[in-house]
């Protein structure tokens, strides 16, 4: 489902260079649920933002459900994020004076295509995580957990394959963090593929599978997942 191969990201910024992911190579297959662990500011946001088409390597190279993605012009990377990835980041990134159904209807308003049963399926969304009570409500009239939950309503509108999730919990309690775990096992369950980026191993150990980011490389229980002695692939 995701492969990426030999990818670096160097940031340049006031002529600084910060080399952050130092040639990574990693897959993933259809169906995993994987946690990526690392302190802050090892490159979690910067990988997760690269397998999302959101920002582009140095070098390296991604497959998408055997798509080599940077051989496609420019556009078609976004329309592979709009269908096939879902996003649920830290902060949720609702529009707060907006309510729950209206945030989940974004991605096609962004997308300037409104299907017909739009509003179904985003009832149908946020029925999903429980919030069939609450479509009403401004963002801003919800608690992060349900706010949380809109914004996993949000991924799911176009029905993904894979849903990428940064820090998914980093502003949650812990009932509402066991709340959206619940949810990822779940959509897991139904098939979809699940990332998420942590640097709590209690939520890490929710996935099938942990990931270390360490010094710009990977690690999986303290090996190279991708030397010839990994019975991964
Ligand atoms: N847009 C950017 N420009 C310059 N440096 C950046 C940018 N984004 C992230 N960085 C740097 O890259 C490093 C990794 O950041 P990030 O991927 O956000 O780490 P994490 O998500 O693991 O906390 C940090 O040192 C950060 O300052
Ligand atoms: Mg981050």
Request: charged share 25%.
């Given at each position: ?14 002529s600084v ?11 993933i ?6 946690a990526i662990?690392?302190?802050?500011g ?10 999302g088409c ?26 592979l ?14 529009l ?23 509003i ?9 995580v ?23 309503a ?13 820090e998914?919990?980093?502003n ?6 066991a ?8 959509l ?46």
């Open positions: 489902m995701i492969k990426i191969k030999n990818i670096e990201k160097t940031y340049i910024k006031a260079l910060t080399p952050v992911l130092c040639g990574i190579t990693l897959s297959q259809r169906g995993e649920y994987v662990m690392g302190t802050s090892t490159g979690k946001s910067t990988l997760m933002n690269i397998i959101l920002d582009k390597p140095t070098s390296g190279q991604l497959e998408l459900d055997g798509i080599d993605v940077y051989k496609l012009d420019d556009d078609t990377p976004s329309s994020r709009n269908n096939k990835i879902g996003f649920v980041f830290q902060q949720f990134f609702l707060e004076r907006t309510t729950a159904l209206d945030n989940v209807l974004l991605p096609f308003i962004y997308a300037d295509k409104y299907p017909a049963d739009a179904q399926r985003a009832k149908k969304t946020l029925a999903n429980g919030l069939e009570d609450r479509t009403e409500y401004l963002a801003n009239e919800l608690s992060g957990g349900q706010q949380q939950r809109v914004a996993i949000r991924a799911l509108i176009n029905d993904p394959d894979v849903i990428l999730a940064d998914p919990t980093g949650l309690d812990s009932t509402s963090t709340e959206i775990l619940e949810i990822f096992n779940r897991n369950k139904e098939g979809r593929t699940i990332v998420v980026v942590t640097h709590d191993r209690a939520v890490a150990e929710h996935a099938q599978r942990i990931l270390e980011l360490k010094d710009g490389l990977i690690t999986e229980n303290g090996t190279n997942p991708n030397t010839e002695n990994s019975d991964i692939h």
